[in-house]
């Protein structure tokens, strides 16, 4: 069923841009470097007419999602171990809830130190911050209801069976809410070790404003980042939709 644009909400955010816009023409908000509206829309025109925004944006999607990708197929592959195989989940347990409980911010310094100011670092920290709720949300999809599984072993499916037309099924819809996840704790994650630990991309592009003191250009890129968000959850949301129609209808998700 396709979804129906939120026209009130739509109509708020209106709202909301215009008395952001009344309220500083008027001066009733009085922080100084806090531009309205439609000198945002001025600095993203400039910095979409140099092409410094075309190059931060390439740099910055190309990282998040390399690094969302390779934790996608990690993931996915290890929860899937993980959830399946009793014993491989209790001998790694702990060293997993260890690792889980290590702030992903913690780890960029980490990523500085052993990849250097490089793109490789960013794929690193994006990496490190999609793998874990794609990893944990597979690991909890894969542990499929007894009742299902025992419904399998009565119709006398092999196991390869049981797992590719039940448990597989039945696990998609988590995993699809882990994928969404890690793809959106992977952007920010890049974009956190373009601040401090490499000069290139949308978040270095949103210090560099700040610091030379062009409050549109900022807001702009922060703009830009937002929207980026979403678009990227709505394309995979929707490839989901495509691919595994049936399984996230049953789940409630379509």
């Known amino acids: 069923m396709a979804e129906r644009v939120n026209v009130l909400g739509a109509a708020v955010f209106v709202f909301g841009l215009g008395l952001w816009e009344l309220l500083v ?19 993203l025109g400039e910095l979409l007419g140099n092409g410094e925004l075309g190059t931060a944006l390439g740099h910055t ?12 197929l990690v993931g996915v592959a290890a929860g899937s171990v993980l959830g399946l195989v009793r014993p491989v989940w209790t001998y790694s347990m702990a060293s997993l809830e260890a690792l889980r409980a290590l702030p992903i911010v913690a780890f960029v310094p980490v990523a500085v130190l052993l990849f250097g100011f490089s793109v490789q670092t960013e794929i690193m920290v994006a990496f490190y911050a999609a793998l874990w709720p794609i990893l944990l949300n597979t690991i909890n999809g894969m542990r499929t209801e007894g009742r299902l599984v025992e419904t399998g072993r009565v119709l006398k499916l092999s196991r390869a069976a049981v797992l590719w037309k039940i ?13 969404r996840l890690g793809l959106s704790t992977s952007l920010v994650l ?33 703009f830009v ?5 979403i678009i990227l959850n709505g394309l995979v949301m ?16 379509a």
């Open 25 to 43: 023409r008027t001066g009733l908000l009085t922080f100084t470097y806090l531009p309205p509206p439609s000198e945002v829309a001025v600095g």
């Open 61 to 72: 999607l190309f990282a998040a999602l390399t690094g969302w990708a390779v934790a996608g």
């Open 167 to 179: 448990q597989l099924p039945a696990a998609t819809a988590t995993i699809v809410v882990g994928l």
């Open 190 to 222: 890049t974009l956190v070790a373009e601040m401090v630990g490499n000069p290139a991309g949308l978040g270095f592009l949103l210090v560099t404003k700040g610091q030379a003191l062009q409050p549109g250009q900022m807001f702009a890129a922060v």
């Open 225 to 229: 980042i937002g929207v980026t968000g």
């Open 238 to 253: 929707g490839a989901a939709r495509l691919a595994f129609r049936g399984q996230l209808a049953s789940a409630g998700e």
